[in-house]
T-cell receptor, first 111, second 114 residues
């Protein structure tokens, strides 16, 4: 699959702090998706982005599709303990529906 | 809302045995994708089916085969299992007639090869 560079690899944050992570690629993507995965479970779709520059929110989550179509970021505001998990970015090339995933960002929230 | 169903959730096999994983997509979803996730890794695409026809193929070993049936459920058949096949196997479904880019994942099957 395509190489997606996701950073940071892990984050240790205090409850109430904001979290930011991003993904970059050398390829132009048609769609960016953000998933959250908890241990032993399947990835859960958080946000889907379809247009360059698009900014989309889902509760305390906000994600943007970069204008170059080669990057995306996800922000989590006012983190709570249930935000712990691994967050993956995933991209789809034009006319290609399979997902290429980033390596994931592990978020740990300290109460 | 109904989600993707996978069975079994856990499977333990010996080397060289065969395994069959099943996936039941979200109702009215016409496309199924299979992914493999090794420990501490991101999911890797294996194969996909649209309207019962193979639509794309990724890094799937020749020992593996899959199909999608008339009721849209899919099965991943794995033969001559190797230790390295131990992983989480996810099925995802989407509706290409709708927001086809959004893939919804099942809970996965954890395969352990001894």
């Amino acid at each position: 699959g395509q190489q997606l560079n996701q950073s940071p690899q892990s984050m240790f944050i205090q409850e109430g702090e904001d979290v930011s992570m991003n993904c970059t690629s050398s390829s132009i993507f048609n769609t960016w998706l953000w998933y959250k995965q908890e241990p032993g479970e399947g990835p859960v779709l958080l946000i889907a982005l379809y247009k360059a520059g698009e900014l989309t929110s889902n509760g305390r989550l906000t994600a943007q599709f970069g204008i170059t179509r080669k990057d995306s970021f996800l922000n989590i505001s006012a983190s709570i303990p249930s935000d712990v998990g691994i967050y993956f970015c995933a991209g789809q090339l034009i006319n290609d529906y399979k997902l290429s995933f980033g390596a994931g960002t592990t978020v740990t929230v300290r109460a | 809302a109904a989600g993707v169903i996978q069975s079994p959730r856990h499977l333990i096999k010996e080397k060289r045995e065969t395994a069959t994983l099943k996936c039941y997509p979200i109702p009215r979803h016409d496309t199924v994708y299979w992914y493999q996730q090794g420990p501490g890794q991101d999911p890797q695409f294996l194969i996909s089916f649209y309207e019962k026809m193979q639509s794309d193929k990724g890094s799937i070993p020749d020992r593996f085969s899959a199909q999608q049936f008339s009721d849209y459920h899919s099965e991943l058949n794995m033969s001559s299992l190797e230790l390295g096949d131990s992983a989480l196997y996810f099925c995802a479904s989407s509706s290409l007639g709708g927001r086809g880019n959004e893939q919804f994942f099942g809970p996965g099957t954890r395969l352990t090869v001894l």
